[in-house]
């Protein structure tokens, strides 16, 4: 039995508390937050902080969902302590900060991965599965539209940090290479948060724009990816996946519909029983960030 505590009992926390409390062989031990407990179930204990939560239980593992500036050091504490670290995008503030993690999870010898959860779209997949099966040819050109209102829960990340970086680990697992050229183009909106941002990437064989933006009034999660035999089409929120061959009929590729957090956490607590390393680790999320960064 797993024992882990959630770190962060917001919107965010909320549902990674419902999808724990539904997992064989995990045990939801505490939440960790200093804010009222209306979010979280009775039966769960609270404590104000990591260190009040040391000092009555040590759990295996934490999952801290807390706004992004708390990333570093709420991950340095459960680092510290020798716990296994499942953190939300994006990793961290800075690039400096991601680091630290990652060398003192190396250090310790943790599992520390980082939750771009469209890695575990059933779609995203499929798609990644068929790609590399080389079923459709080699990739030309990728364009991602992820759009919405702006959440008012975000206020100390833009929106490239927390939009982009969902599509730019999806495209890196694509093209599983460094973009030979990177370029980056944001705008800012009159309270002086980053809300628009478009991302064009050049890689040797094929081009890619990752296309973001807080200033929509609707929903939208997409990836659209021509090939040298054909056209793919992906929607993150049906977990859609078509392709149109350029001779021949559309068809869909489609597998049972699994929640992505239910598959991100069931995956790191298999990353915790098995001491491998996730889809997801350090690294990646520092890339990830990098890229978002245009650095």
Not at 65 to 74: G, I, N
Not at 149 to 176: F, G, K, N
Not at 218 to 238: F, N, S
Request: glycine share 6%; charged share 15%.
């Amino acid at each position: 039995m797993i024992k882990i505590a959630v770190v962060g009992a917001g919107n965010m926390g909320r549902h990674h508390i419902n999808t724990l409390l539904q997992l064989d062989g995990v045990q939801l031990v505490g939440v960790v937050d200093p804010s009222p407990r209306s979010l979280v179930p009775e039966s769960i204990p609270v404590w104000p902080s990591l260190s009040a939560l040391f000092s009555q239980i040590i759990p295996d593992a934490v999952c801290i969902t807390a706004p992004t500036s708390l990333h570093h050091e709420l991950g340095v504490q459960a680092l510290e302590q020798g716990l296994d670290v499942f953190i939300e995008k994006p990793i961290a503030s800075t690039l400096e900060q991601a680091t630290h993690l990652i060398q003192l999870a190396s250090q310790r010898q943790r599992i520390l991965q980082v939750g771009h959860i469209e890695r575990f779209n059933q779609a995203v997949l499929t798609l990644l599965q068929t790609y590399h099966a080389n079923e459709w040819g080699e990739a030309l050109l990728i364009q991602t539209h992820r759009m919405s209102p702006r959440p008012p829960q975000i206020t100390d990340a833009s929106v490239m940090i927390d939009l982009a970086v969902h599509d730019i680990e999806v495209v890196r697992a694509i093209m599983q290479t460094d973009p030979i050229s990177r370029h980056t183009m944001t705008q800012a909106s009159q309270d002086g948060h980053v809300d628009s941002g478009i991302i064009s990437l050049q890689f040797p064989h094929a081009l890619c724009t990752i296309t973001v933006s807080w200033n929509s009034p609707i929903r939208a999660r997409r990836l659209q990816m021509i090939t040298t035999q054909g056209l793919v089409e992906l929607d993150y929120q049906t977990q859609q996946l078509q392709f149109t061959p350029h001779v021949g009929t559309p068809h869909l590729l489609s597998k049972d519909i699994i929640p992505p957090l239910t598959a991100q956490l069931t995956h790191f607590m298999e990353c915790i029983r098995d001491r491998k390393t996730p889809y997801v680790d350090g690294v990646a999320g520092l890339q990830a960030l990098q890229w978002a960064m245009g650095q």
